[in-house]
């Protein structure tokens, strides 16, 4: 079955260039974003993994753990990773995730269940693993994107994101198209206009359904 935003997402234990880990205590009671990567010493996924480390003290600052998985062995991850630092000018301190098995892959929808590596392999026999997830601490998968071989991700969005998550977490609010922190909030359908109005103050209603709010300090 396809994994969906609210499942809890699956746990595994597997080794990374920073030792065995457990998936779930690794999250802790952190949030934490999975980049996957159907190789090593492939040159968009180079860029990929030097911009998440250049903004690796941003996400730390949010309580946002970072994990790379790539479908090569911990022996090939650490290679590699001395270009990653080359190319981006900084420290990688996050992990990545062998999975020469492909069972992460599999596990997480990101390959079929009769999915091999054939022997000359390149990215493109495994090109659907360019998947990215964000986790909450209570384990459930918040959201997933999946980008193809020719578009690198964005982690400025990526970080966008997940301060739209932090924001709204557990309170009735969503967040407008384009919201960046400071932005007002769109209040959940869930609450009357009066019921937010007592509870938050200034509430514009530009249509019956669409109110906007500060977010509460």
Known sequence: MSLRINDVAPDFTAETTQGTINWHEYIGDSYT?????????????TTEFSAAARLSDEFAKRNCKLAGISIDGVEEHKKWIADVEAFGGTKMTFPIIADEKLEIAKLYDMLPADAYLPDGRTANDTATVRTTFIIGPDKKIRLMLIYPMSVGRNFDEILRALDAIRATDGQPFATPANWTPGDDVIVALSVSTEEAKAKFGDVAVPLPYLRTTKLPA
């Open 33 to 45: 974003v999975l980049f996957s990567h159907p190789k090593d010493f492939t040159p968009v996924c």
